[in-house]
Structures are given as structure tokens and as C-alpha cells.
């Protein structure tokens, strides 16, 4: 083995660690933004779904079982910060999944403005998921406590709107380092000729 | 990968909120200044409180027997909101560190303010009164008609009577009642702004919190034994005797 190959070899050993920290690190830091409240981060009481930024950003490079992987840690994670019931595992699994199939048959161009516009239809999508959840618990369980159906669905509508909104004007912030470093990772992981 | 999601899920985003407060730890608000700020108006009027309070506890203390006094509580900053949309929640700089536990009372500037469902070593999580699953126990200190509070999602709260005909109207004041099981009796939570008697099958009123849930910067958590008394039910007849201490005797061993 040549002293060039050993050190390509090591190199890609390195950045495979360095690209795990980079996966780990920033969506831990998606994670710390959600509790926060910063100006210019806030519409009508409702945050940006940074969770969900993290996830189109990475899913729309990846297939779709990658995806819906992905988008169910993050829903665990995120159950873990808020409450167990309604679930946020189901949609960010839908949306992961979504995103890549969006992807895979090239329906939409890999830019900005593509790439906003998708959070924004996921954010929209995550949160109907949640409000779909909650209107069946209202419907099935008796003693629920949970607020009669067109008050589900008026909060349903601010809470998507505004954070499909602010999502999708913070994306770029997220999805802009990540696709480059994701888009340098696999320049330097290609193999020499290949 | 998702051993460790299960497992962020199971304790409650504990490690999280850990870091979480490390974190933003340079960024939370310093000591309370809220004393200074106050205008000597206000302290006089606080002064006054406290005599009367002293004064309504000494004659109370002759015609129904000891109270039990609510135990000091923990001052704590306020340093994030809810993680998720469709919560409304707290998170707070003291955890099971403090003497922090689960179901301990939250209350601020203005009142009530929530209740602790989760803890870590130095952050807790809280239940905001105005969360679509919160139910607290409320009567009108003018008239004690009894009923319980929901949240809304927003600053104003609904509160459904057990009684057919409350005796309620438009400014009265509303308080924790002595029924409630979760929370100790009389902490103010807000003021009647809109009545709708006619709603069935529960009369029901508008509440407008007096504590300003989404600009709230400090609170303080009290320690609190859940006690077990009887709730009445809904048809109850119109005029339920409420004997406060009762269900203060009852029970709340320290």
C-alpha cells in the first residue's frame, strides 16, 4: 500500500467521525433552539419547527426509509422535551419520508427557495398530523381533555400557518451549512477515479 | 440511534434540558429586580396586604381553627418556553437539586401560574394553567360558587360551574378553591371578563389570568402534598356548603 492511499484512508476515517459529530451536533442544536424564544423567532406565540428544518435538510439528499428514520428519533427526542401524547414521532416520520420522495423523482430543483418551500408544506403537513391526533382523542375517549373539534381545528390553523411561515424563512440558516459540508463530505469520501 | 431517542424520550429530554440550561445559563436573567422597580405605592399596598392577611389569619384562626400555612417556596427563572407547538409549558431553573419535585404548584407575579410535571437536576418543566389539558379547581371568592378552570391556549382561560345558577358576574375575582386536589386554596389566578350562563350543560364564564403567562421572567415554586377530598359532582345542589379547613384538616400531615 502506498503512503498516499494509507493517508486518503485516513483521512476518510477521520471525517467519517467528524461527519457524525457534524450530524449529532447540529441537530442537537435544532433540539436547544426549540425551548428558545429570541426576537424575531416568535409569530403569534408559535416558534419555528427547527426539529423539522433539520430533517428536510437532511432527507432531501437520502432515501426515504433514511428519512423516516431520522424523522422518528426526532420525534422521540422531541416527545421527550414536550409530553408523550399527541406524538410528534408520526409526523416528522411522514415528513422525513416525504421530503426524499419529493427528491428521488425530481419533481423540484435542490435550492433555497425549493427547499423553503418544502418545509413549508411539512410544517403544515407535522402539524395536521398533531391536530389529526388530537381531534381522535376527542373523539374516541369521552372524558377527553382536550377542546371541541372547531376549536382544534382554529388552533390547528394558527399553529401551522405561523410556524410554516417562520420554518420556512429560518431554513436556509440550517439547510445551507449542512448541504454544504454533506456536499463536501462526499467529495472528499469518493474514491480517486471513481 | 434509537435506543437513545427511547431513552431521551423515557427520562423526560433530562440530559437535554441539562445542557439546555448550561447552555443559556450566560443569558438568564439576574437577580430579581422586580423589588426595586416597584413603586412605593405598591409597597405600601403590599404592606397593607400582609396586616390584613395577618389580621383575616388571626380571626380565621378564632372561628374555624388552625390553617395550615403554605410552605416558603423556591425562586426560579424563567429560561424557555414550550418545545413543542401545541403545549403551553415552562421551562424553569431549578430542578430535583432544589428540592424540586413533580406536582409541585408554580406561582408569579400576578398568581398562579402552572404546576411541575417533569424535573431534571437543575431545570423542570411546567404545566402553564392555560394548557388545553390543565384543570384546576376555581371558585369566585366573592360568591364561592365552585366550578374548575380549562386552559385555552392564550392569556384567557374557561371556568365551568358545578352549579346550574353560579352567583357570578362580570370583574369578580377567581381563585384556587379548597377542592381542588392538586393545588392549595385561595392563590388568586384571574378576574371574570365574559359570561355565558346559558351554555349547557355546564354554565361557563371567560377568565382573564392575571399573571402575564408569555412575559413572565420569574417564579416561584411551592411545595405541595396532593390531598384527597371528595369532589362534588356536577348536579350538586345550588348552595354547597364549603368549609374550607376541613379539607385542610383532613389530610395535609407536613
Not at chain 1, 377527553?144 to 405561523?162: D, F, K, M, T, V
Request: with cysteine; net charge neutral.
Amino acid at each position: 500500500m502506498t503512503p498516499a492511499r494509507t493517508s486518503s484512508l485516513a483521512l476518510r476515517r477521520r471525517y467519517r467521525w467528524l461527519n457524525l459529530a457534524v450530524v449529532i451536533g447540529s441537530a442537537l442544536i435544532c433540539v436547544m433552539l426549540l425551548p428558545m424564544r429570541l426576537p424575531g423567532m416568535v409569530l403569534l406565540g408559535v416558534g419555528p419547527s427547527w426539529l423539522l428544518i433539520w430533517l428536510v435538510a437532511w432527507s432531501v439528499q437520502r432515501t426515504s426509509v433514511e428519512g423516516a428514520i431520522a424523522g422518528f428519533i426526532l420525534g422521540l427526542v422531541q416527545d421527550g422535551l414536550t409530553g408523550y401524547f399527541p406524538t410528534h414521532t408520526l409526523g416528522l416520520t411522514l415528513a422525513g419520508f416525504l421530503t426524499a420522495r419529493i427528491q428521488k423523482q425530481r419533481f423540484i430543483q435542490e435550492d433555497f427557495v425549493s427547499v423553503a418551500i418544502i418545509v413549508f408544506a411539512m410544517t403544515v403537513i407535522a402539524q395536521t398530523m398533531m391536530a389529526l391526533q388530537i381531534s381522535a382523542h376527542q373523539l374516541i375517549i369521552s372524558s377527553s381533555p382536550y377542546p371541541s373539534l372547531p376549536e382544534i381545528w382554529l388552533q390547528h390553523q394558527r399553529i401551522a400557518l405561523s410556524s410554516a411561515i417562520l420554518s420556512s424563512l429560518w431554513a436556509p440558516a440550517v439547510y445551507y451549512p449542512l448541504s454544504r459540508w454533506w456536499a463536501h463530505y462526499e467529495q472528499v469520501m469518493t474514491p480517486p477515479g471513481g | 440511534m434509537v435506543v437513545a431517542a427511547l431513552g431521551m424520550r423515557e427520562t423526560g429530554g433530562a440530559a437535554i434540558y441539562e445542557l439546555y440550561r448550561w447552555a443559556t445559563s450566560p443569558f438568564h436573567p439576574g437577580p430579581s429586580r422586580a423589588a426595586m422597580l416597584q413603586s412605593s405605592y405598591a409597597q405600601e399596598l403590599q404592606q397593607r396586604l400582609v396586616e390584613l392577611e395577618s389580621q383575616n389569619r388571626s380571626l380565621r384562626q378564632v372561628v374555624e381553627g388552625d390553617a395550615v400555612p403554605l410552605a416558603a417556596g423556591t425562586p426560579a427563572a424563567v429560561i424557555g418556553r414550550s418545545a413543542g407547538d401545541w403545549w403551553q409549558q415552562i421551562i424553569i431553573s431549578r430542578g430535583s437539586s432544589d428540592g424540586i419535585d413533580a406536582d409541585d404548584i408554580v406561582t408569579g407575579p400576578g398568581g398562579l401560574i402552572g404546576r411541575v410535571v417533569a424535573v431534571s437536576p437543575h431545570s423542570s418543566r411546567v404545566l402553564l394553567v392555560s394548557d388545553p389539558t390543565s384543570r384546576v379547581g376555581a371558585r369566585v371568592s366573592r360568591s364561592r360558587a365552585t366550578g374548575y378552570i380549562r386552559g385555552e391556549m392564550g392569556q384567557q382561560v374557561v371556568m365551568e360551574f358545578f352549579d346550574k345558577i353560579p352567583d357570578v358576574k362580570v370583574g369578580d375575582v377567581v381563585t384556587t378553591s379548597a377542592y381542588s386536589q392538586l393545588f392549595p386554596q385561595d392563590i388568586p389566578i384571574g378576574r371574570v371578563v365574559d359570561l355565558d350562563l346559558s351554555k349547557s350543560p355546564a354554565p361557563e364564564v371567560t377568565v382573564e389570568l392575571t399573571s402575564p403567562l408569555n412575559i413572565v421572567e420569574w417564579v416561584t415554586v411551592i411545595p405541595f402534598e396532593p390531598k384527597s377530598v371528595e369532589i362534588p359532582a356536577v348536579d350538586a345542589p345550588a348552595s354547597q356548603e364549603i368549609i374550607p379547613n376541613r379539607a385542610a384538616e383532613d389530610n395535609l400531615a407536613p
